[in-house]
């Protein structure tokens, strides 16, 4: 089993920052492909991006590309998400995950991905 923890949400400001990290326990987190969703009131949970074990191959959904950063330390099982220029539409409940294998083509579907946090919160005021 793999535990997922989420933090840093919070309420920002449009054009802001955050940073989510996402702090891993159970397995070998170097051996753990890292994903992030997110999910808006009433819609359905969203592929935000992912990176690989070494961090070498980076994926990001078309709506964060160029303003989010997805990172990892694998020496402090942390995978992280650093989020600028935010806007309104990026509010969400904010979700870690994980799994041990698969392709990269199969990332952005939900049923891919083998483990989950609990989501946190952030909120982008206008």
């Known amino acids: 089993q793999v535990q997922l923890v989420e933090a840093g949400g919070g309420l920002v400001q449009a054009g802001g920052s955050l940073r989510l990290s996402c702090a891993t326990s159970?397995?070998?987190?170097?051996?753990?492909?890292m994903g992030w969703f997110r999910q808006a009131p009433g819609k359905e949970r969203q592929f935000v991006g992912t990176?690989?074990?070494?961090?070498?191959?980076?994926y990001y959904a078309d709506s964060v590309k160029g303003r989010f950063t997805i990172s990892r330390d694998n020496a402090k099982n942390t995978a992280y998400l650093q989020m600028n220029s935010l806007k309104p539409e990026d509010t969400a409940v904010y979700y870690c995950?994980?799994?041990?294998?698969?392709?990269?083509?199969?990332?952005?579907?939900?049923?891919?991905?083998?483990?989950w946090g609990q989501g946190t919160q952030v909120t982008v005021s206008s």
């Open positions: 159970g397995r070998t987190f170097g051996t753990l492909r």
């Open positions: 995950t994980a799994r041990t294998g698969g392709s990269s083509r199969i990332d952005a579907y939900t049923r891919s991905w083998d483990y």
């Open positions: 990176i690989n074990w070494s961090g070498s191959s980076i």
